[in-house]
């Protein structure tokens, strides 16, 4: 932990002991949808090789924060209703067709 802020606030070294004790996988979105599904894939399908796990972490980390994903990622459509089920996704998956009917 930095001993100071950017703009020089002092952190004492009790409040980020503090800080870091209450830190959990529960308080960070992108950290419950990680961990939702990679024990999915590793409980269900024995793990994931390299390739689908670099999509994961792009996608993933999307998924609290946007409102609508365009997807061509068999994979992806596969673990979006895991991670549902964490209530923290705010995107919607929609079709690439559907996307450019908008334009």
């Keep these: ?55 994961k972490f792009h996608l993933i980390s999307a998924l609290p924060y946007v409102d609508e994903i365009v997807p061509d990622d068999k994979f992806f459509h596969r673990l979006y209703p895991v991670a549902q089920k964490t209530g923290y996704v705010r995107a919607k998956l929609i079709g690439f067709d559907e996307f450019l009917k908008r334009f």
Excluded at 2 to 19: D, F
Excluded at 32 to 45: C, M
């Design 1 to 55: 932990m930095p001993k100071s802020t950017p703009t020089g606030l002092e952190v004492p070294r009790e409040i980020a002991a503090e800080y870091i004790e209450r830190g959990t996988i529960d308080s960070v979105p992108t950290l419950v949808l990680e961990t939702a599904i990679s024990d999915h894939e590793w409980n269900v399908q024995g793990g994931a090789d390299r390739n689908t796990l670099i999509d």
